[in-house]
């Protein structure tokens, strides 16, 4: 039995050596593979080029609102009820552009008493001129007094004064009336209207 023993034992033994032997050959021919695959040459085709130092675009997207760079608030100097709007919201106008027109018809009819007031001023003033003429040839001829030649001569200076201060009447109107067509100040855009057509504009009131 002792030496049965020790047959099985060595016979383990050998079959434990052989496995040993098998494992370090396949490593042993695993590596080997490995450093010959490493060894070979391979041809590698590329397309060089020359580096070169270049800006690259960034965009940034991001939301905001637009705000001008200068805002006009339109308004008129006269009171009177809006006429025409010439313009509508949106729309672009260059300086000098008709905005708004406010109604005229009090200051026409202003006019037309001014222009009236100047003729009569006028008649006035020639009818004094006249009377000086002849005082003054009836002072030379001694047949008046420098006192009433000085009263003839003062009433024809009234008459002139009376005529210039109707002739300022007159600009006066005139002036108002460039008023009531206002103007584009600046070029830009009509953002907003504040009024319509037969609304009632009042001085410093905004209108657009």
Not at 26 to 51: I, N, P, W, Y
């Amino acid at each position: 039995m002792a030496f049965v023993n020790n047959s099985r034992s060595q016979a383990l033994l050998l079959v434990l050596a052989l496995s040993v032997l098998a494992m370090v050959t396949t490593l042993a021919g695993c590596g080997s593979d490995a450093e010959t695959q490493e060894a070979r040459a391979k041809d590698v085709r590329c397309t060089t080029g020359t580096a070169e130092l270049t800006q690259v675009p960034r965009y940034v997207t991001a939301t905001g609102s637009l705000q001008a760079d200068k805002s006009v608030m339109v308004s008129t100097r006269m009171m009177g009820w809006v006429k025409k709007i010439h313009v509508e919201e949106g729309q672009a106008v260059q300086k000098g552009d008709p905005l708004l027109s406010i109604d005229d018809t009090d200051l026409l009819a202003k006019k037309a008493q001014a222009m009236a007031g100047i003729a009569e001023a006028e008649a006035v003033l020639a009818n004094a001129e006249r009377m000086a003429g002849r005082f003054e040839r009836l002072y030379a001829e001694k047949s008046v007094s420098k006192a009433q030649l000085d009263d003839v001569l003062t009433g024809r200076d009234r008459a002139a004064a009376g005529v210039k201060m109707a002739k300022a009447g007159l600009k006066e109107v005139n002036v108002h009336l460039s008023y009531l067509d206002i103007l584009a100040p600046s070029d830009g855009v009509v953002a907003r209207k504040m009024v319509e057509e037969g609304d009632m504009a009042n001085p410093g009131m905004p209108l657009l």
